[in-house]
């Protein structure tokens, strides 16, 4: 698909995202002190810088692994479906998971890869997203820690795309499409 012209303007610096970093860490820190099995499951591809980021603060033995969905394609609305394009590579079966992702907007996603997830038998499930739209939301889902809530705006940058461009800002910016 071609993608409009757009402008980026900052929404949240690269400077308060690392210090909402490392508070989240010592949260989830203490929250697992005392697992020995923690694994932290990263969704691909938006979640990859924040969860670069989150676990070099966590103070904890853990593993990472990778799950991808598909949701958006190169628009921005969401499918409200979702397809597994890449599943975890280890077994969650009675363990601790931390989902890691990037923003929870309508909720689909999450909705359907907890249940996906949760299928699998894990100890217990919890999620971490940078990014919540609360104004979007068509079905609730429980999540544990935000980074920040954020308005009804289109979002690039820490890892997030549109339509593939701009994961690479240090920054969270807004899109504006030209006319
Ligand atoms: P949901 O299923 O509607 O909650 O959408 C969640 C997914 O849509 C996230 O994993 C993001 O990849 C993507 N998404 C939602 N909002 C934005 C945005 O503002 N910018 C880029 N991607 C977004
Ligand atoms: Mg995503």
Redesign the pocket.
């Known amino acids: 698909m071609m993608t409009k012209k757009y402008s980026i303007e900052r929404l949240i610096s690269a400077k308060s995202i690392a210090a909402r970093v490392e508070s989240l860490a010592q949260e989830i820190s203490s929250f697992y002190a005392d697992s020995e099995k923690l694994i932290v499951v990263g969704?691909l591809r938006?979640s990859f810088i924040f969860i670069a980021d989150l676990v070099r603060e966590l103070d904890l033995p853990l593993e990472v692994d990778f799950l991808e969905v598909s949701?958006?394609g190169d628009g921005?609305e969401?499918s409200?479906e979702v397809r597994i394009l890449k599943d975890l590579r280890g077994e969650i079966e009675g363990r601790d998971v931390l989902i890691i992702?990037?923003?929870?907007?309508?909720?689909?996603?999450?909705h359907n890869v907890l249940a996906f997830l949760e299928s699998r038998h894990p100890k217990n499930i919890e999620v971490c997203a940078l990014l919540d739209?609360p104004s979007?939301r068509e079905v609730e889902v429980s999540m544990r820690w935000v980074g920040f809530e954020i308005p009804d705006?289109?979002?690039?940058g820490y890892g997030?795309?549109?339509a593939q461009r701009n994961r690479n800002l240090s920054y969270i910016g807004k899109v504006t499409l030209l006319k």
């Open positions: 969704l938006g949701s958006y921005m969401s409200r992702e990037d923003i929870v907007d309508t909720g689909y996603t999450m739209k979007r705006e289109f979002v690039v997030i795309d549109y």
